[in-house]
């Protein structure tokens, strides 16, 4: 078809954030949003908006991922959280902030609903929506503006947006100049789109945090085992950006990743990266949701054929992790026990985050051929007050003592695979600061692990 045939219809449904959220019937029962640069700031607002007058006849289950401070603060208006329920499987600071805004507000308006946290693998997060409700009556989400064939692009949130997207009863989008235009599976057509707004806004940016000596030497150990020709997934913080200042020495690496951020990207333009030695996507760095610090990172990813952005049912999936050789997966715990168990998004039982991609790349990378999967942390908390170490674990179980190979702090690293329970525990302790190793050796031997 002719392009103007595509601008036409464009132009037939384009209309204002307040229409287009007019377009929801009023008795919709699922809402799905897309995430962090994915999340379309002026529908939101229109969004809370319309349910905090009273729009929705039935309390709508809206599905939020994860996203910046200032559009979930939309959510936080006592009249919106009366008339949805919200539900989220990772929270992040600000979401907990909602939710303790929301257990408060309770105690004077009963009929809130507090918002829920959904435990769940992130490879699987589209699945268990679709388990638990069928198919989103709609899905609202930001997008690149729409090329000479009549494609929107998904630009850095292919995440849970792409099988969302294709299974809802109605697309919503918002075009923003700033969202940039990858390649992968991404793209929806103008005729698959119900409405869509024009709103241009900044797109989110992590905050740069410096780093610590404990980082530095995490950073080093963990360096060591990356071989050149090696597959890469990195997470965001201080011990993935140390791992990744000292992977410009390697040579030919490749990326496969859930989050694309400041490390990888940098080992990118470093020229340490080509894609060459994969397994899959040969020549295609592989994320399915990118999040810089620096703004200006984002032009990069702009028309870029070498920048492929996928779902994570793919990205996420352990069988498609496993099949790129010398995969390196480096992730962050909270906790670790002398069992080998790990976990990573709960503190005295508290959420604080969620499970996110962590076992799924665990899996992935430790049945890769010459792969290898490592969980990471400094060896204290709160100024070397408490142990991450412990006897036995006192939160959630993130990631299973039978998946723990590669465990790492700033005293070393070791391979707990092979091992046996009271290996283990020995091997442990030496990762643990030296003043709680006395108490851990007691706690083990009264565990009879020692």
């Given at each position: 078809?002719?392009?103007?045939?595509?601008?036409?219809?464009?132009?037939?449904?384009?209309?204002?954030?307040?229409?287009?959220?007019?377009?929801?019937?009023?008795?919709?029962?699922?809402?799905?949003?897309?995430?962090?640069?994915?999340?379309?700031?002026?529908?939101?607002?229109?969004?809370?908006?319309?349910?905090?007058?009273?729009?929705?006849?039935?309390?709508?289950?809206?599905?939020?991922?994860?996203?910046?401070?200032?559009?979930?603060?939309?959510f936080s208006n006592v009249e919106v959280l009366k008339q949805i329920k919200l539900l989220c499987p990772f929270l992040g600071g600000s979401f907990r902030q909602l939710a303790d805004h929301a257990k408060e507000l309770r105690q004077t308006h009963p009929d809130?609903?507090?918002?829920?946290?959904?435990?769940?693998?992130?490879?699987?997060?589209?699945?268990?929506?679709?388990s638990r409700h069928g198919k989103p009556n709609v899905h609202l989400f930001q997008v690149s503006p729409m090329d000479e064939h009549g494609y929107f692009s998904f630009g850095v949130d292919g995440s849970m947006s792409i099988p969302l997207a294709f299974e809802?009863?109605?697309?919503?989008?918002?075009?923003?100049?700033?969202?940039?235009?990858?390649?992968?599976?991404?793209?929806?057509?103008?005729?698959?789109?119900?409405?869509?707004?024009?709103?241009?806004?900044?797109?989110?940016?992590?905050?740069?945090?410096?780093?610590?000596?404990?980082?530095?030497?995490?950073?080093?150990?963990?360096?060591?085992?990356?071989?050149?020709?090696?597959?890469?997934?990195?997470?965001?913080?201080?011990?993935?950006?140390?791992?990744?200042?000292?992977?410009?020495?390697?040579?030919?690496?490749?990326?496969?990743?859930?989050?694309?951020?400041?490390?990888?990207?940098?080992?990118?333009?470093?020229?340490?990266?080509?894609?060459?030695?994969?397994?899959?996507?040969?020549?295609?760095?592989?994320?399915?949701?990118?999040?810089?610090?620096?703004?200006?990172?984002?032009?990069?990813?702009?028309?870029?054929?070498?920048?492929?952005?996928?779902?994570?049912?793919?990205?996420?999936?352990?069988?498609?992790?496993?099949?790129?050789?010398?995969?390196?997966?480096?992730?962050s715990f909270v906790e670790i026990d002398l069992f080998g168990q790990v976990a990573s998004e709960s503190i005295n039982w508290r959420q604080i985050s969620g499970s996110g991609g962590q076992l799924d790349f665990v899996r992935g990378a430790f049945r890769s051929?010459?792969?290898?999967?490592?969980?990471?942390?400094?060896?204290?908390?709160?100024?070397?007050?408490?142990?991450?170490?412990?006897?036995?674990?006192?939160?959630?179980?993130?990631?299973?003592?039978?998946?723990?190979?590669?465990?790492?702090?700033?005293?070393?690293?070791?391979?707990?695979?092979?091992?046996?329970?009271?290996?283990?525990?020995?091997?442990?302790?030496?990762?643990?600061?030296?003043?709680?190793?006395?108490?851990?050796?007691?706690?083990?031997?009264?565990?009879?692990?020692?």
């Open positions: 078809m002719p392009a103007d045939h595509f601008d036409q219809l464009y132009q037939q449904k384009l209309i204002s954030a307040d229409e287009a959220i007019k377009t929801l019937a009023r008795d919709t029962k699922l809402i799905t949003f897309g995430c962090y640069c994915g999340t379309p700031p002026r529908l939101t607002q229109a969004f809370c908006e319309a349910a905090a007058a009273g729009y929705f006849s039935s309390t709508p289950d809206v599905y939020l991922l994860r996203s910046r401070k200032e559009i979930v603060d939309q809130l609903i507090i918002p829920h946290y959904l435990p769940e693998h992130f490879s699987l997060y589209a699945q268990g929506v679709f809802a009863g109605q697309i919503i989008v918002e075009v923003n100049q700033n969202m940039p235009r990858t390649f992968g599976s991404g793209l929806v057509h103008i005729s698959q789109v119900s409405a869509l707004i024009e709103h241009n806004s900044d797109l989110m940016v992590l905050p740069k945090k410096p780093t610590s000596p404990e980082d530095h030497k995490i950073g080093e150990f963990v360096a060591e085992l990356v071989p050149d020709h090696a597959c890469i997934q990195l997470g965001i913080g201080g011990v993935p950006n140390e791992v990744g200042k000292r992977l410009k020495t390697k040579s030919d690496l490749g990326i496969h990743t859930e989050m694309l951020g400041d490390t990888l990207f940098e080992l990118i333009q470093a020229g340490n990266v080509s894609n060459r030695y994969k397994q899959l996507n040969v020549g295609h760095t592989v994320f399915n949701i990118a999040l810089f610090s620096n703004p200006d990172y984002y032009a990069y990813l702009d028309n870029n054929p070498t920048m492929a952005c996928h779902p994570a049912h793919y990205v996420n999936n352990p069988h498609i992790i496993a099949q790129n050789d010398r995969m390196v997966s480096v992730n051929k010459e792969g290898i999967a490592v969980l990471a942390a400094h060896s204290t908390a709160k100024n070397g007050s408490i142990s991450k170490i412990v006897p036995r674990l006192q939160n959630i179980v993130t990631t299973p003592r039978n998946d723990v190979s590669y465990v790492a702090t700033e005293y070393g690293c070791t391979n707990l695979f092979g091992m046996s329970t009271s290996e283990r525990a020995h091997a442990l302790i030496e990762l643990a600061a030296p003043q709680f190793r006395d108490e851990l050796r007691e706690e083990a031997k009264s565990l009879t692990i020692y």
